[in-house]
């Protein structure tokens, strides 16, 4: 795998970061390896080159910068991309292109497991082939930002989560929810089947980890942060908008009145999730969670 980097300047930091590791490797004048991976270095107007000609030995090529606004321009262009966000910053718009994000050179020893996932790109063409109506599209576009938001959060108080996975998990959570309508027990299980067959098992998991009854299942506790978030934040976003666990409750209940029980069952374990995320944020309570999302939001 390559990499391409953003600046002499970088490389140059690289260089001098890792040089005193026995994993590091100088590979010619412009290049060199960390924990087997290769890393190289072109001028601007050679990365399109480049990129063609890596194609053609089915190698891939992965964008890394440090400047957000960079890293989206190759994101459009086609490029696997990695965000160096070193200044732990949570974006406000909906949609991050990239598809990993790291705080630290030490990191990119993680870089190929970030890169095992969809692009933005391919979730919305099965957004279009599982035919996802507009208001489920919106829903779900404020999951995965929410998601999102929170992993970031979360990542830079130590724990260890993917924001990228959980915002693409949150845009494809209900991929299934128009196809398995009067199918009592099929939603979330249709899509996690599809995915796991397109060779995507973390998002598959998320998807099934979803439904509410999820959190009533001994080891809800144990899994990952994406998936636990992913569930947590489908809970307060009521159409597209975020509310409290409360409110989004009480709709729910009225939409679905034969889930009711299941639903009061689940509620308990909720408001411990919300909690313990509080806990984790340092935030004072579920309303102040809420609020820092809104403004998280519109910044």
Known sequence: ?????????????????????????????????VEGLQF????????????TEKKKDQTTIVYLDERCEVVKEYARKGWRTIWLNSEKKVLSDPMPLHDGEIRAFDDLSAAPSLLQKPSLKQCFEWWDVWEVPDNIRRHSTVVAWGAYALAVMMLNRGVAVDPILA????????????????????HGEMGADFLLEKGYPHIAAIVRGHIM?????????????EEKLVFFVD??????????????????????????AT????????????????????????????????KLQDN
């Open 1 to 33: 795998m390559d990499f391409t980097l953003s600046s002499h300047r970088l490389f140059e930091d690289l260089v001098s970061y890792f040089s005193q590791g026995d994993s590091f490797q100088v590979s010619g004048d412009q290049g060199f390896k």
């Open 40 to 51: 190289s270095l072109q001028d601007e107007g050679d990365w399109e080159g480049v990129r």
């Open 167 to 186: 915002h693409r998990g949150g845009l494809l959570h209900d991929i299934d929810k128009i196809a398995t309508l009067g199918e009592n027990g099929r």
């Open 213 to 225: 009854h999820r959190i009533l299942e001994p080891n809800a506790d144990d899994r990952p942060w």
């Open 235 to 260: 809970k307060l976003v009521e159409g597209d908008e975020f509310v409290t666990f409360g409110k989004r409750f009480e709709a729910l209940k009225t939409r679905y009145p034969s889930y009711r």
């Open 263 to 294: 639903m009061e069952r689940a509620e308990s374990g909720i408001w411990n999730l919300s909690d313990q995320i509080c806990s984790i944020l340092f935030i004072s309570d579920h309303q102040k969670l809420i609020d820092i999302l809104h």
